[in-house]
Nanobody, 130 residues
């Protein structure tokens, strides 16, 4: 499994960016597709989770209404459209996938996302200037 993020950069407060995660080595139907972020000095935070097989999409309260995660199984790519960016969105953003049988799809997100059982990209830095 390989995951490669792109699209990070510096943007002004209120601006937009779209992150892409090019994937290979697995079937979209068998995996949950997640976006996480980690700000300096903070723990990694799940911000979205998709399971195409389960018709499930989740966005955390901190990004709901501003960010939209999507997946294109033909292109084997996962996207994160980020609008109305704020300085507090500054973080390294990670694409991650995990076998869908290892997580539970709840209203609170993909529960049970074991970092050691998942695959991770190297991350894309997003900086929002005030």
């Amino acid at each position: 499994v390989q995951l490669v993020e792109s699209g990070g950069g510096v943007v002004q407060n209120g601006g937009s960016l779209r992150l892409s995660c090019a994937t290979s080595g697995f079937r979209f139907d068998d995996y949950a597709l997640g976006w996480f972020r980690q700000a300096p000095g903070k723990e990694r935070e799940e911000i979205s989770c998709i399971s195409e097989e389960d018709k499930y999409t989740y966005h955390s309260a901190s990004v709901k209404g501003r960010f939209t995660a999507s997946a294109d199984s033909d292109k084997k790519t996962v996207y994160l459209q980020m609008n109305e960016l704020k300085p507090e969105d500054t973080a390294t953003y990670y694409c991650s996938v995990i076998s869908r049988i290892l997580v539970d799809f709840e209203e609170s997100g993909c529960v049970g996302w074991n970092e050691n059982m998942a695959y991770w990209g190297r991350g894309a830095l997003v900086t929002v200037s005030s």
